[in-house]
């Protein structure tokens, strides 16, 4: 086998894109169109909600998006 070598920033590029591919990979695995476990508005809200993670903003579009589906209700 030949040695071959490339920049650092090549190398960790390839490394990531091989990270992403795997992950993508994993997520197919899952059944990625099956429905979501609730189709309560108020609970999905409140679970966004506890994590405490998300501003006031982002979940006041969520809930209008989720006003918008026909799926939640």
């Known amino acids: 086998m030949a040695t071959v070598t490339i ?3 090549e190398y960790q ?3 990531d894109k091989k990270f992403r591919y795997e992950m993508l990979r994993e997520i197919m695995k899952e059944d990625i169109f ?3 476990p ?6 999905i809200l409140a ?8 501003n006031k903003k ?12 026909p799926y939640f209700r």
Request: glycine share 8%; no cysteine.
């Open 13 to 15: 590029e390839l490394v």
């Open 58 to 69: 982002f979940l006041g579009g969520l809930r209008k998006g989720l006003r918008r589906s």
């Open 34 to 36: 099956a429905p979501p």
């Open 7 to 9: 920049p650092k920033k």
């Open 47 to 54: 679970l966004f909600r506890a994590t405490k993670r998300y």
């Open 38 to 43: 609730t189709r309560s508005r108020e609970n």
